[in-house]
């Protein structure tokens, strides 16, 4: 079945630090491929996706590229803010069945100044 | 335009029973789906309903049911419930012309 694999946490960097989180995924077919971000006590909010080999999704500094030779869409970003402390969930959709979300674990990200 | 929405925020339960979650998804979306978030897991997949009927299922037992409403709201419930029912239940709605989900904040669920 379906699996993403990422990075376990947490990840501590100092402010304008460069991040990098790891994510690789298993899945038959052509998935879309995604990262979700959750603030403390909060829901899911979506954060970038790609839909194809090669594309990259980017939003708020934030970037992944869908990598199909090596199955990886590794989130990065040049200059982490104390704000952009959180967990990461790197996630995918199979082209195929009813397009439900399979999840990593999570990745938590925590800034400090 | 409004999010997808949920209630209650919270709910505190005991072991036995019985408890429902209400849901209502972004305008337009068409299908939703009901995901579990134990603390410091990732969210797994309940079940998923469109046109009112349950479409797709996860590793679920039968004590989780739902439904979903002419409007596209949905409902979850869970009978007997156990202290490992406690978690993050988030609702997802998605628009039939993507692949995109948008979740809902979550209603927290303490079962005691």
């Known amino acids: 079945g379906d699996s993403v694999t990422q990075m376990e946490g947490p990840v501590t960097l100092s402010e304008e630090a460069f991040l990098t989180i790891n994510c690789t995924y298993t899945a038959t077919g052509y998935p879309s491929l995604f990262w979700y971000v959750q603030y403390p006590g909060e829901g899911l909010q979506l954060l970038l996706k790609a839909t194809k080999a090669d594309d990259k999704g980017s939003n708020k500094g934030f970037e992944a590229t869908y990598r199909k030779e090596t199955t990886s869409f590794h989130l990065e970003k040049g200059s982490v803010q104390v704000s952009d402390s959180a967990v990461y969930f790197c996630a995918l959709v199979n082209s195929g069945g009813y397009q439900k979300v399979t999840f990593g674990i999570g990745t938590k990200l925590q800034v400090i100044p | 335009d409004a999010g997808v929405t949920q209630s209650p925020t919270h709910l505190i339960k005991t072991r036995g029973q019985q408890v429902t979650l209400r849901c209502s998804p972004k305008?337009?979306?068409?299908?939703v789906s009901w995901y579990q978030q134990a603390l410091g897991q990732g969210p797994q997949f309940i079940f998923q309903y469109y046109e009112e009927e349950e479409r797709q299922r996860g590793n679920f037992p039968d004590r989780f049911s739902g439904h979903q409403f002419p409007n596209y709201s949905s409902e979850l419930n869970v009978n007997a419930l156990l202290l490992g029912d406690s978690a993050l239940y988030l609702c997802?709605?998605?628009?039939?012309?993507?692949?995109?989900?948008?979740f809902g904040p979550g209603t927290r669920l303490t079962v005691l």
């Open positions: 997802a709605s998605r628009h039939p012309s993507t692949d995109t989900q948008y």
């Open positions: 305008s337009g979306h068409d299908t």
